[in-house]
């Protein structure tokens, strides 16, 4: 069965560092989006990606995060000068185009402790 | 404001004793309701879409029913690999496509 792939797993990172987040969505997928899960706590939506442009981010999503579409198949997630309150669980989501009967699929997540 | 509220928050059962979750929601317009299953340190893992009410889905020992303000997940004699957290989501008419998650009823399946 296709699958959302994420990488890496886990990554720690010093605060006021940079990083970037990566997922491959299911090939034929054309809606694509990021959700995080702070330990406890709901999952929230960041942002939806189509067409090439963010259709949709959350309050959460500012000027600190970005999104990227760099070739046909990755989709990353960039954060920058991250902070102790960023550390969560990054997932990656995409969808089918029309119905949503399928519903979403999500990746396994992407673990992020900021030190 | 969309709202998604899961009860109860944790639930022990023992194997074979069936039981329901609740999800309640408010939401200006229901596009779909959607259930998940998530297994500790992974995504979730998408189970239903409900459209309207009346509508019922099935899958193995899940049933997923929907109202006009409330969604039930009913398991019928769970069996210890049913144990995970049970999410709940709203996609709302007009908010593009993002989906409005409650915070998860915590099953735990007793052999």
């Known amino acids: 069965e296709p699958e959302v792939t994420q990488t890496p797993s886990h990554q720690v990172t010093q605060m006021g560092q940079e990083v970037i987040l990566r997922c491959v969505p299911i090939?034929?997928?054309?809606?694509f989006y990021w959700y995080r899960q702070i330990l406890g706590q709901k999952v929230e939506f960041l942002v939806s990606f189509y067409n090439n442009e963010i259709s949709e981010k959350s309050e959460i999503f500012d000027d600190q995060f970005s999104v990227e579409r760099p070739d046909g198949s990755n989709f990353t997630l960039k954060i920058r000068s991250t902070k102790l309150e960023d550390s969560a669980m990054y997932f990656c989501?995409?969808?089918?185009?029309?119905?949503?009967?399928?519903?979403?699929?999500f990746g396994s997540g992407t673990r992020l402790t900021v030190v | 404001e969309d709202q998604v509220t899961q009860s109860p928050e944790a639930l022990r059962l023992q194997e074979g004793e069936s039981s329901s979750l609740n999800c309640s929601y408010t939401v200006s317009g229901l596009r779909g309701l959607f259930w998940y299953r998530q297994d500790p340190g992974k995504g979730p893992e998408f189970l239903f879409t409900?459209?309207?009410a009346g509508e019922e889905k099935e899958k193995e020992r899940l049933k997923a029913t929907l109202t006009k303000k409330e969604s039930f997940l009913h398991i019928t004699a769970p069996k210890p690999e049913d144990s995970a957290t049970y999410l709940c989501?709203?996609?709302?008419?007009?908010?593009?496509?993002?989906?409005?998650f409650g915070t998860g009823t915590r099953l735990t399946v007793i052999p």
């Open positions: 989501a995409s969808r089918p185009p029309g119905q949503i009967v399928h519903g979403y699929t």
């Open positions: 989501a709203v996609q709302a008419i007009g908010r593009a496509n993002n989906l409005f």
């Open positions: 090939s034929n997928h054309l809606y």
């Open positions: 409900l459209y309207s």
